[in-house]
């Protein structure tokens, strides 16, 4: 069960004041895939005994960083982490197998993904409509990461 990282996708308008700071999210995304990385080691080394209790070790740990870092799209999160804890939860009653359960792990990831797109485009369209034209310089900082001044 190898975790590819969250998606971030961030869209931020420049007013007249400036450019803001941000977090730092290509880093806010390796500390939790180093979180999911240390529930995962524990689960191998027998510690933790089921696919589920992977999860809720990782799980409420990577909410809580992407909530302190001011994550504008927590109920996404909140949703694919609980997809996650149910893939997981099948996976331990042997419902599904393991190689359904890493495709719905990367199903479950892509659906995140294309749910952050859809509401960057949302903001980019609002920030344009209610904004001076301004340009906008979007960047790619990590796979599935844009973030747009």
């Known amino acids: 069960m190898r975790f590819a990282g969250l998606a971030v996708l961030v869209v931020l308008g420049l007013g007249p004041a400036g450019c803001a700071a941000w977090p730092d999210w290509n880093?806010?995304?390796q500390q939790?895939?180093?979180l999911r990385a240390g529930c995962e080691s524990q689960y191998t080394g027998g510690q933790i005994k089921t696919h589920l209790a992977a999860e809720q070790c990782a799980n409420p740990s990577i909410h809580n960083l992407y909530g302190a870092a001011g994550w504008p799209d927590m109920d996404v999160l909140d949703a694919y982490l609980a997809r996650r804890e149910s893939i997981?939860?099948?996976w331990d009653r042997k419902a599904i197998t393991p190689e359904e359960a890493r495709a719905q792990f990367a199903q479950a990831f892509a659906d995140e993904n294309t749910t952050l797109e859809h509401r960057t485009?949302?903001?980019?369209?609002?920030?344009?409509?209610?904004?001076?034209?301004?340009p906008m310089f979007c960047t790619h900082v990590v796979r599935g990461t844009m973030i747009c001044q």
Request: without cysteine.
């Open 27 to 29: 880093a806010v995304a």
């Open 32 to 34: 939790a895939v180093q």
């Open 88 to 90: 997981a939860e099948q």
């Open 121 to 134: 485009a949302d903001r980019a369209t609002t920030a344009a409509a209610l904004s001076p034209p301004y």
